[in-house]
């Protein structure tokens, strides 16, 4: 059974960092993208980073440069790293993973990837 387990959600100052995790168990077929969406208040569910199984990443614009993106293979561990947090960053952030896409953003465009897997959530607040 495939499980997707994310931790490291909170409350934080704008301006402050946070790490999340996503610890993923079980086979996943087709597993060629990993990584993090997110819903804000009000708002629809978003594709923020991607890591490609080759290594390679992809980022919303709204995040580029402030979100990192990264695995651990030995520990099946996801991580996003968030600097310079921003009220509008505030939502809910799911763990994914799925096929690759035909994109000219690339493999994992965060636009266009469909995920078949997801995690629950952990719960991430900027207060201003």
């Known amino acids: 059974q495939v499980q997707l387990v994310e931790s490291g959600g909170g409350e934080v100052q704008a301006g402050g960092s946070l790490r999340l995790s996503c610890t993923i168990s079980?086979?996943?077929?087709?597993?060629?993208?990993v990584g993090w969406f997110r819903q804000g208040p009000g708002r629809e569910r978003e594709g923020v980073a991607f890591?490609?199984?080759?290594?390679?990443?992809y980022y919303a614009d709204s995040v580029e440069g402030r979100f990192t993106v990264s695995q651990d293979n030995a520990k099946n561990t996801l991580y996003l790293q968030m600097n310079s947090l921003r009220p509008e960053d505030t939502a809910m952030y799911y763990c994914?993973?799925?096929?690759?896409?035909?994109?000219?953003?690339?493999?994992?465009?965060?636009?266009?990837?469909?995920?078949?897997?997801w995690g629950q959530g952990t719960q991430v607040t900027v207060s201003s």
């Open positions: 079980g086979y996943i077929y087709n597993r060629q993208c």
């Open positions: 994914a993973a799925g096929p690759s896409v035909i994109s000219i953003n690339g493999r994992c465009d965060p636009g266009r990837i469909k995920p078949n897997y």
């Open positions: 890591i490609y199984r080759d290594g390679r990443t």
